[in-house]
């Protein structure tokens, strides 16, 4: 073979090669230009998702406002010569039944929304009051599930759970339940709180002497409590 046969063949299979790169090379730029169009598509998306749940989010707490505004508002009392001026409702049947509208909108509407899951507890206390004890603790259940790691409402919503649980035939239970949290290093109550569920759990099933006793403990360990005044009332002269 001859060189210029040898060179004319590592010229064709140059070509070749570079052929063969170049195709990879438009095939590679097809699928960078697929993959690129798909990451704006979905982030497109996204953006348009996290805006319609902004807008449903504002829309629900407007209908929240407007719930916590009638279940808050003052009556309106024939007997009182001044006018309250944000009284609507004459009964607080009327009132409740106004307010537990809205909040079920709240509910049904804006699902999934923070603003619904503060209506749950707003129904909870509703239902409650009204006697549904299976309703309140459905939406208390509800609302732990998704905010049990909540400071403020996860720990209204779990004190409100074990009073319903309390008068409502669960006392001793709850009792135990209670007394073994109050052992623990970090209870999911404060203290103050559980001594309290516990007094009156005993109180429920007329342990009196038991229920007194933890009444003077939240006077003696917590005596700045807002549960204080209450326990020294309950618990009797020492």
Known sequence: MDRQHRHDLKHDKFVDEIG???????????????V??????????????????????????????????????????????????NAKYKTDAERTAAAETLFRDVETKYSGSDAADVAALYLARIEAGKGDVAGARKHLTQFLDHHSSDPLLGASARYSLYQLRIENGEAAQVATELNAEMSKAEPNLPGDAILSLIAHAYEVQGNDAKSRETYRRIREE????????????RAGPA
């Open 222 to 233: 917590f005596p700045d409590s807002a549960y204080a005044v209450d326990a020294q009332r």
């Open 20 to 34: 063969a790169l170049s195709d990879k090379a438009s095939e590679n730029r097809r699928l960078l230009l697929i």
């Open 36 to 85: 690129a169009v798909a990451v704006l598509v979905v982030a497109g998306a996204l953006f348009a998702w996290f805006r319609y749940r902004d807008a449903q989010e504002t829309k629900a707490q407007g209908v929240l406002a407007k719930a916590i505004d009638a279940i808050e508002s003052p009556l309106i009392t024939p007997t009182n010569p001044t006018p309250v001026p």
